[in-house]
């Protein structure tokens, strides 16, 4: 008999009960993809007919999100590969509260249409209050986008030649710069630039001066930079990239600059990320002279970088709320990391040990900063295992072994990290590397 005759209908195996409730979570058409895929395995043989609806059920992703959560045991606190900061429960709580209708652009107590996202600008505003006036766009690059195309389109940028930055998976700010149409005006060395250099550029092309922090290299030795203060009365605009989005100082990154010391130099406006060191979602923060934000905010592009509900509603409730994970993650006492880490070693047994091992901050911020931190070591025959297991748990490869690093991992999560690995020991690509 034709073995494709003895697979179940699709809509048979849609009265199954779990995935009747599945549908209700995920959408009628994931879930049918799900039985659709079960079949054709069920017709090639791979399946038993009667299994279809176990394998359907079992292929159901986690959420509706396309996204799959992972736990992150790199070690690595902002990893550009898994979406850099996580959020707050606080930030995610405000994603699902503004994710219906909100007043976002409307004024509940006139009617009337008001600045969109207000709320969110007056918490950064009383974030940083010396910003004249602040706005936010997709993301740091858009925020750069955006200054470019307005102050100097036509015109020059004039930025330190040691300031040319790739900010990752080759993309290099000078390119974004230029997309716009501006020219850079390149002064200075790879090691040295001074207040001169900048100053001898500067004419009537002049759109801006640009200072970008070199977030994710270190240049050492001969070396020397002109800081904000020494650009200041050079009589035209300062725009300073500081990258990683602190807002204030952090004594625990003192090499990181921060919104309102360098507003305080004298920048006239400052394009940062909100999902780097301040832990919030992605998007691009402008803060400055207020009449200078002012065009930025009115010209045609910023509506087309302009940020979602979601975004506005996720930042508000990160610059008002409590710690952040990434802060929590940068500041993680390596004793309870330490104790953390041997109860999972006690729980798994075998061959894992528990090593002491260097945590860094990743995500273009702080290349320098060594965080002393505990980690699982384990062969490394247990990475794919653990990556491609549910739920995917990242570690990282070091000198042949595998590290797990709990330092971003939540302490709810430690179980699930322990059962993930307790899974790959006892399954059937145990042997791997050992
Ligand atoms: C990360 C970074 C950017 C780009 O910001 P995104 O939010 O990733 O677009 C620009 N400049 C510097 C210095 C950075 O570190």
């Not at 045991?73 to 590969?81: D, F, I, K, R």
């Not at 006239?268 to 009449?291: F, R």
Request: charged share 20%.
């Amino acid at each position: 008999m034709d073995p494709r005759r003895r697979v179940p209908r699709t809509d048979a195996v849609l009265e199954d009960p779990r995935l009747r409730a599945a549908e209700d979570r995920l959408g009628r058409a994931t879930v049918k993809a799900a039985v659709v895929a079960a079949q054709q395995r069920a017709r090639q043989g791979e399946l038993a007919p009667a299994a279809v609806a176990d394998a359907a059920v079992a292929a159901l992703p986690v959420t509706a999100g396309g996204l799959r959560p992972v736990l992150n045991a790199t070690g690595v606190v902002l990893h550009t590969n898994l979406g850099r900061a996580a959020l707050s429960p606080a930030a995610a709580e405000a994603i699902v509260a503004a994710s219906g209708y909100t007043d976002v652009e409307l004024d509940l107590g006139t009617g009337r249409r008001a600045r969109r996202g207000r709320g969110t600008m007056a918490a950064l505003a009383a974030a940083v209050p010396d910003a004249g006036e602040v706005h936010v766009v997709n993301n740091g690059a858009a925020a750069l986008v955006l200054a470019a195309t307005v102050l100097a389109a036509g015109r020059e940028i004039v930025v330190s030649r040691g300031e040319m930055v790739e900010i990752g998976d080759g993309f290099r700010l000078p390119d974004l710069l230029e997309s716009t149409g501006a020219r850079l005006r390149e002064v200075g060395t790879t090691n040295r630039t001074s207040a001169a250099d900048y100053a001898a550029a500067i004419g009537p092309r002049t759109g801006f001066v640009l200072k970008v922090h070199p977030s994710n290299f270190v240049v050492r030795g001969f070396t020397s930079a002109a800081g904000i203060a020494e650009l200041t009365g050079l009589g035209v605009p300062v725009v300073a990239d500081i990258g990683s989005g602190l807002l204030r100082p952090d004594p625990l990154l003192p090499d990181e600059p921060d919104a309102a010391g360098t507003l305080r130099a004298g920048a006239d406006l400052v394009v940062a990320s909100g999902d780097k060191l301040l832990g919030g979602p992605q998007a691009g923060l402008l803060l400055g002279d207020a009449d200078l934000v002012e065009r930025l905010r009115r010209h045609p592009l910023a509506r087309a970088l302009r940020v979602d509900k979601l975004t506005l509603a996720a930042l508000a409730a990160t610059l008002g709320g409590p710690v952040t994970p990434t802060w929590a993650a940068l500041r993680a006492d390596p004793e309870t990391l330490r104790s953390r880490t041997q109860r999972l070693r006690d729980q798994v047994g075998g061959d894992a040990e528990v090593v002491a091992s260097v945590a860094v901050v990743g995500g273009g911020g702080a290349p320098e900063l060594t965080l002393a931190s505990w980690s699982l070591s384990l062969p490394a025959g247990y990475a794919e295992s653990l990556r491609t297991g549910d739920p995917p748990v990242l570690g990282r490869v070091e000198r042949g072994r595998l590290l797990l690093d709990l330092r971003c991992v939540p302490p709810s999560a430690d179980a699930e990290v322990a059962r993930a690995v307790l899974a790959v020991a006892g399954g059937p690509s145990a042997g791997p590397g050992r």
